[in-house]
């Protein structure tokens, strides 16, 4: 036996049901918000994320799968979605706007544990070429849907605006004045933040307690990012989201600017588990080679995660199970079985004619929610169909079957 890696998941029925719930609700929103679909490469050059997400994020400094290819390259296994598509958006033109939803897994060299896999699943939206508010809302709007129509439960929308470059030039300072003179309070980790990546101290769950009374980004926006971000709440109002400000909430990438969100769910306790996340990045375009800036804004959510938070069972996994009393009776059964997937159905049955003892053992295996025999009756224009939650059994004509499996 050669077993899976470690932080890597095979995920198989019964539990891969949900991901089909969630993979197939996800499309229907994508598609529903005018979404393309975009296949991305898992493999890109190093440079891409050493550049776009950050050399000092923990994502590129501790985590990426890098090696080098036959070729001499230095080569990454995608840890994120986002710097890839930008860098598909400018190879294709870098004009307009694309609005494109992605889904696959990303590699990241993390401790495992539950929640915090080294191969994991993400859905995705971006948004590029947009700068106004109404883009910012219209992801974070369908992050909140996406989670609603899973039956997460309790979903808060965690909300910021860490304003933009011109801001933070100014607020870094006083952010790096403040953690100094804290810093013998301050984990090693924390200070170490202090010169190279002051902003990422405030969301560090250990030194909490200190930071708490650090300055926070909101208050010290520029009008045009205080305006964004009044936008950004009020489009959330009106569309019903529910968020809170969360002034301390920073994310671990380097590109993002203006509006950056989380969402949790009470499935959790701990607080640090978010579905998923995201904000605006206009930055990013600049910097993977970008001549002119692109606006952009988009969302990652984790799918293991969702997957584990999702509360209702994924329910019966086929309609009918077709089962076919007598081997003379295969090729009008094989016929129906296709006219009702033809239908929409969603039907199967062994395809031969072992014992009907057999044939209900592997119905019941199955999953299905009715089991229908063509048995003798079927000359007559029938089936015997078995209900197999309550165990009801009955004859019903050929052509209502679908009535009676709708019923
Ligand atoms: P991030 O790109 O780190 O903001 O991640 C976005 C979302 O992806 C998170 O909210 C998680 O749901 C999920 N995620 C990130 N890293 C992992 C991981 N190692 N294992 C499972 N899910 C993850």
């Known amino acids: 036996m050669i077993p899976r890696l470690k932080g890597t ?6 539990d891969s049901a949900k991901w089909r719930i969630l993979l197939r609700a996800f499309d229907d929103l994508s598609a529903k918000y005018g979404y393309d679909l975009a296949l991305m490469p898992v493999l890109e050059s190093t440079e891409l994320f050493a550049r776009g997400v950050g050399a000092g994020t923990e994502v590129v400094e501790k985590q990426m799968y890098t090696f080098v290819d036959r070729g001499g390259r230095s ?6 979605f986002t710097a890839g598509i930008v860098r598909a958006y400018l190879e294709s033109g870098g004009n307009g706007v694309m609005k494109v939803a992605a889904s696959g897994p990303q590699f990241r060299y993390e401790q495992p544990q539950k929640g915090r896999r080294r191969q994991f699943y993400q859905v995705d939206l971006e948004y590029l070429g947009e700068q106004g508010a109404r883009a910012d809302v219209e992801i974070i709007e369908m992050s909140y849907e996406l989670l609603v129509t899973v039956g997460v439960p309790g ?25 100094r003179s804290v810093a013998a309070e301050l984990s090693a980790d ?8 002051p902003l990422r ?34 489009g959330l109002d009106e569309a019903g989201i529910p968020y809170e400000v969360a002034p301390r909430l920073v994310r671990g990438l380097d590109y993002y600017n203006r509006t950056v969100f989380e969402l949790f769910s009470t499935a959790f306790e701990a607080a640090q588990s978010s579905l998923g996340g995201g904000g605006r990045y206009d930055p990013l375009g600049e910097l993977i080679g970008a001549k002119h800036p692109v606006p952009a804004v988009g969302v990652a959510l984790g799918c293991d995660r969702i997957v584990a938070a999702m509360l209702a069972p994924a329910g019966p996994r086929l309609d009918l199970f077709v089962a076919v009393a007598a081997e003379a009776r295969i090729v009008e059964a094989a016929r129906w079985v296709r006219r009702l997937r033809e239908a929409g159905h969603r039907v199967d049955w062994t395809g031969s004619a072992p014992s009907l003892k057999a044939q209900f053992k592997t119905a019941d295996r199955s999953g299905a929610r009715g089991v229908a025999v063509v048995g003798d009756e079927w000359d007559g224009g029938e089936v015997r169909v078995k209900d197999m939650t309550t165990g009801e059994e009955t004859t019903v004509r050929i052509e209502e079957v679908g009535e009676w499996l709708h019923r």
């Not at 924390?190 to 990546?197: G, H, L, Q, S, Y």
């Not at 909101?218 to 009020?234: I, K, M, N, P, Y």
């Open 201 to 234: 101290v405030l969301d560090s769950k250990i030194d909490a307690d200190i930071v708490a009374s650090a300055p926070v980004p909101l208050d010290h926006l520029g009008s045009e990012t205080a305006a964004h971000f009044a936008a950004v709440r009020a």
């Open 9 to 14: 998941d095979d995920i198989l029925p019964p």
């Open 75 to 80: 080569v990454t296994l995608r840890p994120e």
């Open 190 to 197: 924390a200070r170490k933040r202090i010169e190279d990546n």
């Open 155 to 179: 979903i808060t929308v965690h909300l910021n605006s860490i304003g933009d470059a011109a801001d933070r030039l100014a607020y870094r300072e006083l952010l790096r004045d403040f953690l």
